[in-house]
C-alpha cells in the first residue's frame, strides 16, 4: 500500500510565525504536490516538485515556499503565517511516467492549521 | 487553462436507490479525468480515473463514472447507495500533455438517507 504521511494533523500558530508542514512518501514516486482544501473551494495547488531540489509553482503559491532535499519527503513552509493560510493542508504523490498525468494521486490524511 | 465544475455542491438520496453525482470539465487536449471520495478528517481516497477505451469506467466500491466527450462530462454513479457512501467527492481533470498536476472541482457533499 501507498503510504503518504503528514507531520501533524492539527496545528495552531500565530500570527507571523514561521511554519514547517512535513510530508514523507513511500512509494518511491518522483511526483510531490502541496495542496490546500477550503469549503467550497475545492483543492488548489501551491507547489509541486517533479524531482529532488525541484519545484514549480501552482495556482497559489503567494506566501508559500516549498522544500526537497531527499526524494521522499517534500516540505512546505510558511514564511510568516497570517490568519488567511488557516486551511486544511493535503500532501500528494504520484509516479513520473509519461509525465506522471494519467496516474492517480496518492493523498496523505492532511494537516489542520490555524492561524490566530 | 484546464477546469472542472460540479455543480451541486450537495446531493441527497435514500438508501438503495440510484445515485449519481456530476462533472463537467474543460481542457484542451485529451482529458484525463479522475473521482476521489473523502470521509471526515481524512485524505482523499482514489475511486476511478478515465484515460482512454472504454467510456463507462468500473472503480472502487462499486461506484462507476461515464465519460462523455460530446458533453464534455464525468458524472459518478452507483446503482444502489449506501449509507457509509455518505462523504464529499471531487472530480479533478489533468491532460496528455504539459501539467502534472490535477484541477479539482469544488466537491459535492453525497448525503445517503437511511
Known amino acids: 500500500d501507498v503510504k503518504v504521511t503528514q507531520s501533524s494533523r492539527y496545528l495552531v500558530k500565530r500570527t507571523g510565525e514561521k511554519v514547517f508542514l512535513e510530508c514523507v512518501q513511500d512509494?518511491?514516486?518522483?511526483?510531490m504536490f502541496w495542496y490546500r482544501q477550503d469549503p467550497g473551494l475545492g483543492l488548489r495547488l501551491i507547489y509541486f516538485?517533479?524531482?529532488?531540489?525541484?519545484?514549480e509553482k501552482g495556482d497559489i503559491p503567494e506566501g508559500y515556499s516549498v522544500s526537497r532535499e531527499k526524494k521522499e519527503r517534500f516540505s512546505l513552509i510558511l514564511e510568516s503565517a497570517s490568519t488567511n493560510q488557516t486551511s486544511m493542508y493535503l500532501c500528494?504523490?504520484?509516479?513520473?511516467?509519461?509525465?506522471?498525468?494519467?496516474?492517480?494521486?496518492?493523498f496523505g490524511p492532511g494537516t489542520r492549521l490555524t492561524v490566530t | 487553462a484546464q477546469s472542472v465544475a460540479q455543480p451541486e455542491d450537495q446531493v441527497n438520496v435514500a438508501e438503495g436507490n440510484p445515485l449519481t453525482v456530476k462533472c463537467t470539465y474543460s481542457?484542451?487536449?485529451?482529458?484525463?479525468l479522475f473521482w476521489y471520495v473523502q470521509y471526515p478528517n481524512r485524505g482523499l481516497q482514489f475511486l476511478l480515473k478515465?484515460?482512454?477505451?472504454?467510456?463507462l469506467v468500473k472503480g472502487s466500491y462499486g461506484f462507476e463514472a461515464e465519460f462523455n466527450k460530446s458533453q464534455t462530462s464525468f458524472h459518478l454513479k452507483k446503482p444502489s447507495a449506501l449509507v457509509s457512501d455518505s462523504a464529499l467527492y471531487f472530480c479533478?481533470?489533468?491532460?496528455?500533455?504539459?501539467?502534472?498536476?490535477?484541477?479539482f472541482g469544488s466537491g459535492t457533499r453525497l448525503q445517503v438517507q437511511p
Open positions: 500528494a504523490s504520484s509516479t513520473a511516467f509519461r509525465g506522471g498525468a494519467g496516474y492517480e494521486q496518492y
Open positions: 478515465y484515460i482512454t477505451g472504454d467510456n
Open positions: 512509494m518511491d514516486h518522483e511526483n
Open positions: 481542457v484542451s487536449g485529451n482529458p484525463y
Open positions: 516538485s517533479y524531482d529532488v531540489k525541484m519545484k
Open positions: 479533478a481533470v489533468n491532460k496528455d500533455t504539459g501539467r502534472r498536476a490535477l484541477t
